[in-house]
Protein backbone atom coordinates (compact mmCIF):
# COMPACT_ATOMS: atom_id res chain seq x y z
CA UNK A 1 0.00 0.00 0.00
CA UNK A 2 1.26 3.23 -0.77
CA UNK A 3 0.98 6.63 1.04
CA UNK A 4 -0.98 9.08 -0.04
CA UNK A 5 2.15 11.71 -1.30
CA UNK A 6 3.16 9.30 -2.80
CA UNK A 7 1.07 8.28 -4.84
CA UNK A 8 -0.37 11.57 -5.79
CA UNK A 9 3.73 12.45 -6.63
CA UNK A 10 3.48 9.11 -8.78
CA UNK A 11 0.64 10.42 -10.97
CA UNK A 12 1.64 13.43 -11.43
CA UNK A 13 4.77 12.53 -12.54
CA UNK A 14 2.78 10.22 -15.25
CA UNK A 15 1.11 12.83 -17.04
CA UNK A 16 2.28 15.38 -20.33
CA UNK A 17 1.11 18.44 -20.73
CA UNK A 18 -1.37 18.19 -24.45
CA UNK A 19 -1.25 20.05 -27.36
CA UNK A 20 -3.16 23.66 -28.03
CA UNK A 21 -5.96 24.03 -30.62
CA UNK A 22 -7.48 27.34 -32.35
CA UNK A 23 -10.97 28.27 -31.29
CA UNK A 24 -13.22 31.12 -32.01
CA UNK A 25 -13.58 33.88 -28.87
CA UNK A 26 -17.47 32.85 -28.34
CA UNK A 27 -16.43 29.29 -27.88
CA UNK A 28 -13.33 30.19 -25.27
CA UNK A 29 -15.27 30.92 -22.25
CA UNK A 30 -13.62 28.35 -19.42
CA UNK A 31 -10.34 27.51 -21.83
CA UNK A 32 -7.51 27.25 -21.12
CA UNK A 33 -5.20 29.74 -22.59
CA UNK A 34 -2.02 28.04 -24.38
CA UNK A 35 -0.28 31.26 -25.77
CA UNK A 36 0.85 34.15 -23.89
CA UNK A 37 -1.25 37.45 -24.86
CA UNK A 38 0.94 40.67 -25.26
CA UNK A 39 -1.23 44.00 -25.94
CA UNK A 40 0.00 45.32 -29.74
CA UNK A 41 -2.09 48.38 -28.48
CA UNK A 42 -3.25 50.57 -26.61
CA UNK A 43 -6.59 50.59 -24.38
CA UNK A 44 -7.56 53.11 -24.64
CA UNK A 45 -6.50 54.54 -27.50
CA UNK A 46 -7.16 57.78 -26.96
CA UNK A 47 -7.71 60.12 -23.98
CA UNK A 48 -11.36 60.41 -24.54
CA UNK A 49 -14.83 61.31 -22.28
CA UNK A 50 -15.95 59.54 -19.01
CA UNK A 51 -18.90 61.31 -19.27
CA UNK A 52 -21.49 63.22 -21.34
CA UNK A 53 -20.79 66.54 -20.47
CA UNK A 54 -18.72 69.79 -21.90
CA UNK A 55 -14.92 69.44 -22.85
CA UNK A 56 -13.12 72.56 -21.31
CA UNK A 57 -9.61 74.10 -20.54
CA UNK A 58 -9.49 73.17 -16.39
CA UNK A 59 -8.08 77.17 -16.08
CA UNK A 60 -11.58 78.55 -17.36
CA UNK A 61 -13.17 76.90 -14.06
CA UNK A 62 -11.58 78.22 -11.23
CA UNK A 63 -13.56 79.40 -8.64
CA UNK A 64 -16.64 78.31 -10.55
CA UNK A 65 -19.62 76.90 -8.42
CA UNK A 66 -23.73 77.30 -8.02
CA UNK A 67 -22.94 81.50 -6.66
CA UNK A 68 -19.94 81.81 -9.27
CA UNK A 69 -21.03 80.46 -12.62
CA UNK A 70 -18.66 81.07 -15.03
CA UNK A 71 -19.66 81.38 -19.07
CA UNK A 72 -18.08 79.33 -22.16
CA UNK A 73 -18.54 79.32 -25.51
CA UNK A 74 -19.88 75.88 -26.77
CA UNK A 75 -18.05 75.87 -30.22
CA UNK A 76 -18.39 72.24 -31.29
CA UNK A 77 -20.69 68.64 -30.61
CA UNK A 78 -19.12 65.95 -30.75
CA UNK A 79 -20.39 62.14 -29.83
CA UNK A 80 -18.81 58.89 -29.54
CA UNK A 81 -16.16 58.22 -33.31
CA UNK A 82 -15.96 61.46 -33.77
CA UNK A 83 -12.91 63.94 -33.63
CA UNK A 84 -13.82 67.38 -32.99
CA UNK A 85 -12.23 69.75 -36.07
CA UNK A 86 -11.88 73.09 -33.68
CA UNK A 87 -9.30 73.89 -30.62
CA UNK A 88 -10.73 75.15 -27.72
CA UNK A 89 -9.33 78.31 -26.89
CA UNK A 90 -9.52 80.55 -23.66
CA UNK A 91 -13.63 80.61 -22.01
CA UNK A 92 -14.76 77.86 -24.66
CA UNK A 93 -16.29 74.34 -24.70
CA UNK A 94 -16.74 71.98 -26.88
CA UNK A 95 -20.15 69.37 -25.96
CA UNK A 96 -18.81 65.92 -25.52
CA UNK A 97 -20.12 62.32 -25.33
CA UNK A 98 -19.37 59.55 -23.43
CA UNK A 99 -16.31 57.71 -25.18
CA UNK A 100 -15.65 60.35 -27.62
CA UNK A 101 -11.69 61.57 -28.03
CA UNK A 102 -10.98 64.95 -25.96
CA UNK A 103 -10.57 67.69 -28.70
CA UNK A 104 -7.13 69.68 -28.35
CA UNK A 105 -6.90 72.10 -26.00
CA UNK A 106 -9.42 70.57 -23.40
CA UNK A 107 -7.88 69.06 -20.30
CA UNK A 108 -11.15 68.20 -17.99
CA UNK A 109 -14.71 67.22 -18.86
CA UNK A 110 -17.73 69.09 -16.78
CA UNK A 111 -20.61 66.74 -16.58
CA UNK A 112 -23.85 68.13 -17.76
CA UNK A 113 -25.26 68.18 -14.48
CA UNK A 114 -23.20 70.84 -13.53
CA UNK A 115 -24.18 73.32 -16.49
CA UNK A 116 -27.11 75.21 -18.00
CA UNK A 117 -27.61 76.26 -21.13
CA UNK A 118 -28.06 79.74 -21.58
CA UNK A 119 -30.89 81.24 -23.53
CA UNK A 120 -30.95 84.33 -26.32
CA UNK A 121 -27.59 84.86 -26.76
CA UNK A 122 -26.11 85.04 -30.04
CA UNK A 123 -23.78 81.66 -29.56
CA UNK A 124 -24.49 79.19 -27.81
CA UNK A 125 -23.44 79.40 -24.28
CA UNK A 126 -23.27 77.79 -21.09
CA UNK A 127 -22.36 78.51 -17.26
CA UNK A 128 -20.48 76.40 -15.54
CA UNK A 129 -20.88 75.94 -12.00
CA UNK A 130 -17.81 73.55 -11.01
CA UNK A 131 -14.26 73.75 -10.56
CA UNK A 132 -12.25 71.23 -12.50
CA UNK A 133 -9.02 69.69 -11.85
CA UNK A 134 -7.20 69.20 -15.12
CA UNK A 135 -7.63 65.75 -16.63
CA UNK A 136 -10.88 65.35 -14.50
CA UNK A 137 -13.47 62.79 -16.33
CA UNK A 138 -11.03 62.30 -19.14
CA UNK A 139 -9.67 58.31 -19.34
CA UNK A 140 -6.38 58.62 -20.41
CA UNK A 141 -4.90 56.76 -23.24
CA UNK A 142 -3.48 53.21 -22.13
CA UNK A 143 -4.79 53.38 -18.49
CA UNK A 144 -6.27 50.22 -19.13
CA UNK A 145 -3.95 48.14 -20.78
CA UNK A 146 -0.58 49.49 -22.37
CA UNK A 147 0.50 48.34 -25.70
CA UNK A 148 3.58 45.62 -25.19
CA UNK A 149 2.00 44.31 -22.16
CA UNK A 150 1.99 40.89 -20.92
CA UNK A 151 -2.28 40.88 -20.39
CA UNK A 152 -3.03 37.25 -20.32
CA UNK A 153 -0.65 34.56 -19.44
CA UNK A 154 -0.90 30.96 -21.06
CA UNK A 155 -2.53 28.75 -18.44
CA UNK A 156 -4.62 31.25 -17.42
CA UNK A 157 -8.45 30.19 -17.13
CA UNK A 158 -10.67 32.04 -19.24
CA UNK A 159 -13.40 34.42 -17.84
CA UNK A 160 -15.67 36.75 -19.17
CA UNK A 161 -13.36 39.81 -18.54
CA UNK A 162 -10.76 37.89 -20.64
CA UNK A 163 -12.73 37.71 -23.26
CA UNK A 164 -13.33 41.17 -23.38
CA UNK A 165 -9.41 42.13 -23.47
CA UNK A 166 -9.73 39.54 -26.42
CA UNK A 167 -11.90 41.31 -28.45
CA UNK A 168 -10.69 45.08 -27.35
CA UNK A 169 -7.34 43.35 -28.65
CA UNK A 170 -8.58 42.21 -31.93
CA UNK A 171 -8.33 38.44 -31.94
CA UNK A 172 -11.47 36.81 -33.11
CA UNK A 173 -9.46 33.36 -32.40
CA UNK A 174 -7.11 32.17 -29.52
CA UNK A 175 -4.97 28.85 -29.04
CA UNK A 176 -6.43 27.31 -26.28
CA UNK A 177 -5.33 23.73 -24.74
CA UNK A 178 -7.18 20.79 -26.33
CA UNK A 179 -9.74 19.46 -23.76
CA UNK A 180 -9.04 16.50 -22.01
CA UNK A 181 -10.67 13.10 -23.54
CA UNK A 182 -11.85 11.07 -20.48
CA UNK A 183 -13.20 7.61 -20.83
CA UNK A 184 -15.77 5.79 -18.01
CA UNK A 185 -16.86 2.51 -17.63
CA UNK A 186 -18.55 1.14 -14.87
CA UNK A 187 -18.33 -2.41 -14.34
CA UNK A 188 -20.03 -4.78 -12.11
CA UNK A 189 -22.81 -7.54 -12.87
CA UNK A 190 -24.83 -5.80 -10.36
CA UNK A 191 -25.60 -2.25 -12.07
CA UNK A 192 -27.98 -1.14 -14.61
CA UNK A 193 -28.53 2.20 -16.28
CA UNK A 194 -30.06 5.15 -14.97
CA UNK A 195 -33.23 4.78 -16.71
CA UNK A 196 -34.08 0.80 -16.37
CA UNK A 197 -35.93 -0.99 -13.91
CA UNK A 198 -34.15 -2.20 -10.65
CA UNK A 199 -34.76 -6.11 -10.35
CA UNK A 200 -33.94 -7.38 -6.97
CA UNK A 201 -30.00 -7.26 -6.17
CA UNK A 202 -29.39 -4.70 -8.63
CA UNK A 203 -28.07 -1.30 -8.37
CA UNK A 204 -28.39 1.49 -10.92
CA UNK A 205 -24.95 2.97 -11.86
CA UNK A 206 -24.82 6.30 -10.19
CA UNK A 207 -20.70 6.49 -10.83
CA UNK A 208 -21.15 6.67 -14.66
CA UNK A 209 -22.94 10.19 -13.46
CA UNK A 210 -20.86 11.02 -10.31
CA UNK A 211 -17.96 11.06 -12.65
CA UNK A 212 -19.56 11.99 -15.82
CA UNK A 213 -20.63 15.30 -14.24
CA UNK A 214 -16.84 15.34 -12.25
CA UNK A 215 -15.37 15.36 -15.65
CA UNK A 216 -17.27 18.47 -16.83
CA UNK A 217 -16.87 20.41 -14.19
CA UNK A 218 -13.02 20.56 -14.85
CA UNK A 219 -13.99 21.33 -18.45
CA UNK A 220 -13.28 17.87 -20.02
CA UNK A 221 -15.13 15.98 -22.67
CA UNK A 222 -16.17 12.51 -21.03
CA UNK A 223 -16.89 9.28 -22.97
CA UNK A 224 -19.31 7.20 -21.49
CA UNK A 225 -18.36 3.34 -22.25
CA UNK A 226 -21.15 2.10 -20.06
CA UNK A 227 -21.40 -0.99 -17.86
CA UNK A 228 -19.05 -4.10 -18.22
CA UNK A 229 -20.17 -7.23 -16.19
CA UNK A 230 -17.75 -8.91 -14.22
CA UNK A 231 -15.87 -11.13 -17.23
CA UNK A 232 -12.65 -10.47 -18.61
CA UNK A 233 -13.54 -10.65 -22.19
CA UNK A 234 -16.32 -7.96 -21.83
CA UNK A 235 -13.70 -5.98 -19.59
CA UNK A 236 -11.29 -6.23 -21.98
CA UNK A 237 -13.74 -4.88 -24.79
CA UNK A 238 -15.15 -2.25 -23.13
CA UNK A 239 -11.80 -0.76 -21.73
CA UNK A 240 -10.41 -0.54 -25.71
CA UNK A 241 -13.11 1.73 -26.87
CA UNK A 242 -11.37 4.24 -24.42
CA UNK A 243 -7.99 4.02 -26.16
CA UNK A 244 -9.01 6.93 -28.43
CA UNK A 245 -9.05 9.12 -25.36
CA UNK A 246 -6.45 10.95 -22.62
CA UNK A 247 -7.85 8.94 -19.15
CA UNK A 248 -9.48 5.86 -19.21
CA UNK A 249 -11.53 5.84 -15.46
CA UNK A 250 -12.96 2.30 -14.70
CA UNK A 251 -15.49 1.84 -11.28
CA UNK A 252 -15.48 -1.36 -9.61
CA UNK A 253 -14.05 -4.51 -9.32
CA UNK A 254 -10.63 -3.10 -8.12
CA UNK A 255 -11.12 -4.31 -4.29
CA UNK A 256 -10.06 -7.99 -3.18
CA UNK A 257 -13.15 -9.65 -3.29
CA UNK A 258 -13.24 -13.16 -6.10
CA UNK A 259 -15.20 -10.93 -9.19
CA UNK A 260 -12.48 -7.91 -8.90
CA UNK A 261 -11.33 -8.38 -12.12
CA UNK A 262 -10.24 -4.93 -13.47
CA UNK A 263 -6.65 -5.09 -12.13
CA UNK A 264 -5.51 -8.28 -14.11
CA UNK A 265 -7.40 -7.32 -17.15
CA UNK A 266 -5.86 -4.10 -17.05
CA UNK A 267 -2.18 -5.59 -17.05
CA UNK A 268 -3.21 -8.38 -19.51
CA UNK A 269 -3.82 -5.49 -21.86
CA UNK A 270 -1.01 -3.77 -21.45
CA UNK A 271 -1.36 -1.42 -18.90
CA UNK A 272 1.90 -0.45 -17.21
CA UNK A 273 0.61 -0.67 -13.03
CA UNK A 274 2.46 1.96 -11.38
CA UNK A 275 0.63 1.51 -7.78
CA UNK A 276 -2.45 -0.25 -6.52
CA UNK A 277 -4.05 0.21 -2.98
CA UNK A 278 -3.43 3.76 -1.40
CA UNK A 279 -2.93 4.45 2.69
CA UNK A 280 -6.31 6.34 2.72
CA UNK A 281 -10.17 6.64 3.07
CA UNK A 282 -11.93 6.21 1.29
CA UNK A 283 -10.68 5.21 -2.04
CA UNK A 284 -7.69 2.43 -0.85
CA UNK A 285 -8.51 -0.04 -3.97
CA UNK A 286 -7.44 2.55 -6.63
CA UNK A 287 -5.10 0.96 -9.34
CA UNK A 288 -3.03 3.80 -11.49
CA UNK A 289 -0.90 2.79 -14.45
CA UNK A 290 -0.74 3.60 -18.24
CA UNK A 291 -0.70 2.46 -21.46
CA UNK A 292 1.30 4.44 -23.48
CA UNK A 293 0.15 8.00 -23.50
CA UNK A 294 -2.95 6.37 -21.67
CA UNK A 295 -3.31 6.95 -18.29
CA UNK A 296 -5.72 4.88 -17.05
CA UNK A 297 -7.38 5.07 -13.16
CA UNK A 298 -9.26 2.11 -11.89
CA UNK A 299 -11.51 3.82 -8.83
CA UNK A 300 -12.91 2.09 -6.41
CA UNK A 301 -16.31 1.04 -7.10
CA UNK A 302 -18.09 2.43 -3.90
CA UNK A 303 -19.76 6.02 -4.94
CA UNK A 304 -18.01 8.45 -2.62
CA UNK A 305 -14.77 6.59 -2.67
CA UNK A 306 -14.89 7.19 -6.73
CA UNK A 307 -15.73 10.60 -6.46
CA UNK A 308 -13.45 11.92 -3.99
CA UNK A 309 -10.63 9.92 -5.80
CA UNK A 310 -11.69 11.54 -8.71
CA UNK A 311 -11.53 14.72 -6.26
CA UNK A 312 -7.81 13.95 -5.14
CA UNK A 313 -5.88 12.20 -7.93
CA UNK A 314 -7.84 13.04 -11.45
CA UNK A 315 -8.27 16.57 -11.19
CA UNK A 316 -5.08 17.61 -10.27
CA UNK A 317 -4.09 15.71 -13.53
CA UNK A 318 -6.38 17.82 -15.20
CA UNK A 319 -4.40 21.26 -13.86
CA UNK A 320 -1.53 19.74 -14.78
CA UNK A 321 -2.35 18.20 -18.53
CA UNK A 322 -3.76 21.08 -19.45
CA UNK A 323 -1.02 23.52 -17.88
CA UNK A 324 -3.36 25.28 -15.51
CA UNK A 325 -1.96 25.48 -11.69
CA UNK A 326 -1.91 24.04 -8.92
CA UNK A 327 -3.04 26.40 -6.80
CA UNK A 328 -6.67 25.63 -7.68
CA UNK A 329 -5.56 22.98 -4.95
CA UNK A 330 -5.21 25.41 -2.53
CA UNK A 331 -6.02 24.07 1.28
CA UNK A 332 -7.64 25.94 3.65
CA UNK A 333 -7.36 25.42 7.84
CA UNK A 334 -10.47 25.44 9.81
CA UNK A 335 -11.59 24.55 13.07
CA UNK A 336 -13.17 20.85 14.03
CA UNK A 337 -16.38 21.62 15.57
CA UNK A 338 -16.27 17.38 16.80
CA UNK A 339 -14.36 15.09 18.08
CA UNK A 340 -13.17 12.50 15.53
CA UNK A 341 -11.34 9.29 15.86
CA UNK A 342 -9.30 7.65 13.02
CA UNK A 343 -7.22 4.22 11.87
CA UNK A 344 -3.68 5.11 12.15
CA UNK A 345 -1.92 5.39 9.04
CA UNK A 346 -4.30 6.27 6.98
CA UNK A 347 -5.13 9.87 5.64
CA UNK A 348 -8.95 10.43 5.95
CA UNK A 349 -11.00 12.82 3.62
CA UNK A 350 -14.04 13.79 5.41
CA UNK A 351 -17.35 15.05 3.79
CA UNK A 352 -17.93 18.01 5.72
CA UNK A 353 -19.40 21.83 5.74
CA UNK A 354 -17.32 24.24 6.22
CA UNK A 355 -18.36 27.70 7.15
CA UNK A 356 -16.91 30.90 7.75
CA UNK A 357 -17.39 33.11 11.45
CA UNK A 358 -15.95 35.18 13.78
CA UNK A 359 -12.56 35.01 11.72
CA UNK A 360 -12.21 31.69 10.75
CA UNK A 361 -13.46 28.56 9.07
CA UNK A 362 -15.24 26.14 11.15
CA UNK A 363 -16.00 22.73 9.45
CA UNK A 364 -18.52 19.78 10.72
CA UNK A 365 -18.91 16.49 9.09
CA UNK A 366 -22.15 16.89 6.69
CA UNK A 367 -23.14 12.99 8.01
CA UNK A 368 -22.21 9.57 8.38
CA UNK A 369 -18.41 8.78 6.07
CA UNK A 370 -19.36 5.43 4.86
CA UNK A 371 -18.18 5.16 1.25
CA UNK A 372 -21.39 3.93 -0.12
CA UNK A 373 -23.39 7.42 0.99
CA UNK A 374 -23.96 9.86 -1.26
CA UNK A 375 -26.08 11.63 0.75
CA UNK A 376 -23.69 12.93 3.15
CA UNK A 377 -21.02 13.86 0.07
CA UNK A 378 -24.33 15.97 -1.59
CA UNK A 379 -24.61 17.85 1.29
CA UNK A 380 -21.05 18.18 1.75
CA UNK A 381 -19.01 21.54 0.07
CA UNK A 382 -15.86 20.51 1.85
CA UNK A 383 -12.91 17.67 2.43
CA UNK A 384 -11.81 17.81 6.14
CA UNK A 385 -8.04 16.55 5.37
CA UNK A 386 -6.63 14.30 8.22
CA UNK A 387 -3.35 13.35 8.17
CA UNK A 388 -1.72 9.54 8.41
CA UNK A 389 0.02 9.71 11.68
CA UNK A 390 -2.99 10.90 14.20
CA UNK A 391 -5.21 8.66 15.47
CA UNK A 392 -7.53 11.55 17.52
CA UNK A 393 -8.91 15.05 16.62
CA UNK A 394 -10.31 16.81 19.48
CA UNK A 395 -13.02 19.33 18.97
CA UNK A 396 -11.83 22.73 18.50
CA UNK A 397 -8.49 21.37 16.95
CA UNK A 398 -6.94 22.67 13.59
CA UNK A 399 -7.15 20.47 10.68
CA UNK A 400 -7.07 20.86 6.51
CA UNK A 401 -10.09 21.57 4.35
CA UNK A 402 -10.00 21.56 0.76
CA UNK A 403 -13.64 23.20 -0.26
CA UNK A 404 -14.95 21.60 -3.69
CA UNK A 405 -16.52 24.50 -5.57
P1 LIG B 1 -16.66 -3.10 -6.09
O1 LIG B 1 -15.47 -2.27 -5.85
O2 LIG B 1 -16.86 -3.46 -7.51
O3 LIG B 1 -16.69 -4.29 -5.19
O4 LIG B 1 -17.90 -2.22 -5.69
C1 LIG B 1 -18.03 -1.71 -4.37
C2 LIG B 1 -19.41 -1.21 -4.13
O5 LIG B 1 -19.70 -0.14 -5.00
C3 LIG B 1 -20.50 -2.21 -4.37
O6 LIG B 1 -21.50 -2.07 -3.39
C4 LIG B 1 -21.03 -1.85 -5.73
O7 LIG B 1 -22.35 -2.25 -5.94
C5 LIG B 1 -20.89 -0.37 -5.72
N1 LIG B 1 -20.72 0.10 -7.09
C6 LIG B 1 -19.82 -0.33 -7.99
N2 LIG B 1 -19.94 0.31 -9.14
C7 LIG B 1 -20.95 1.19 -8.99
C8 LIG B 1 -21.56 2.14 -9.86
N3 LIG B 1 -21.15 2.30 -11.09
N4 LIG B 1 -22.57 2.88 -9.36
C9 LIG B 1 -22.99 2.73 -8.08
N5 LIG B 1 -22.46 1.84 -7.23
C10 LIG B 1 -21.46 1.07 -7.67
MG1 LIG C 1 -17.82 -4.92 -8.46
Keep these: MIKFNAA ?37 GFDNSAMDGFAVRSSDTICASS ?9 EDIK ?27 DSV ?39 EL ?21 PKIQVVRRPKIAILATGDELVGVGQRLAPGKVRSSNTYTLYSQIVKCGCIPKNLGIAKDIPSQLEKKIRRGFDCDIILTSGGVSVGEFDLVKDVLAK ?40 SFEVFVRPVLLKMTGQRQ ?67 KKGSKVKVRFLD
Design 8 to 44: LEKIIDSVEPIESESVRLTGALGRVLAEDIYSDTDIP
Design 67 to 75: DNAKVLEVI
Design 80 to 106: AGDIAKKTIDHNQAIRIMTGATIPKGA
Design 110 to 148: IMVEYTKKIQNKPRESIEVYKELAAGENIRKKAEDIKKG
Design 151 to 171: IISRGTLLNCGHIGILASLGR
Design 269 to 308: IGTKIKFWQVAMRPGKPLVFGNIGKILIFGLPGNPVSGMI
Design 327 to 393: DRQIEIEAVLEEDIQKKKGMRYFLRARTRWQNGRYLSRLSGPQGSALLKPMSLANSLVILGESQVFF
